[in-house]
């Protein structure tokens, strides 16, 4: 049985939103933008390219985690780069991480090519600094270079691990 909570995470460009919308649809969930949920200032900040810190990202992440508690079965983009953002973002909750990594270079081209986003390419290498790997993390599932495979596929992967691998202890 799929969790309640499902968040999509791994940094700008790697298809967060994409496979969401399609991922809620197929398991009937609530679908959630975790961009939307950023301040304006911190639209505004990054969109100039400036990374956010910590500070930056506490509301929002508390925003995302607030979304959750009163929209069960949802489907959630964040990015949850570091894991103490994820253990915030857990807590309380059924929930699993679906980690879309993916290769620089295609992460670059998808965020050169993108448009009406405020978060710049120049900013990826700030995320990727950021990002601590999640692998071996409870209930956190990783899906590699998903880029090279349909959505649907995508999608049909993460709702077989979900089903399968989830830990009933966790």
């Not at 939103?17 to 991922?23: F, G, K, N, P, V």
């Not at 949802?74 to 894991?83: F, G, P």
């Not at 700030?126 to 956190?140: M, V």
């Amino acid at each position: 049985m799929a969790p309640s909570i499902i968040y999509v995470m791994g940094t700008s460009g790697c298809g967060k939103t994409t496979i969401s919308t399609a991922l809620a649809s197929k398991l009937g969930y609530n679908y959630g933008e975790g961009d939307h949920m950023h301040s304006n200032a911190n639209k505004e900040k990054m969109a100039s390219g400036r990374p956010l810190t910590d500070e930056d990202r506490r509301p929002w992440l508390s925003e995302i985690h607030e979304y959750a508690l009163k929209h069960p079965n949802s489907v959630l983009t964040c990015s949850a780069l570091k894991r103490t953002y994820r253990e915030a973002l857990r807590k309380d909750l059924d929930a699993a991480f679906i980690f879309l990594k993916v290769d620089k270079n295609v992460l670059l081209n998808r965020l050169k090519n993108r448009v009406g986003h405020f978060m710049p390419a120049t900013l990826l290498d700030s995320q990727l600094d950021t990002l601590e790997d999640p692998t071996g993390e409870p209930n956190t599932f990783v899906i590699e270079n998903h880029g090279d495979k349909s959505v649907e596929t995508v999608v049909d992967n993460i709702v077989w691990l979900l089903n399968s691998k989830m830990d009933p202890n966790s």
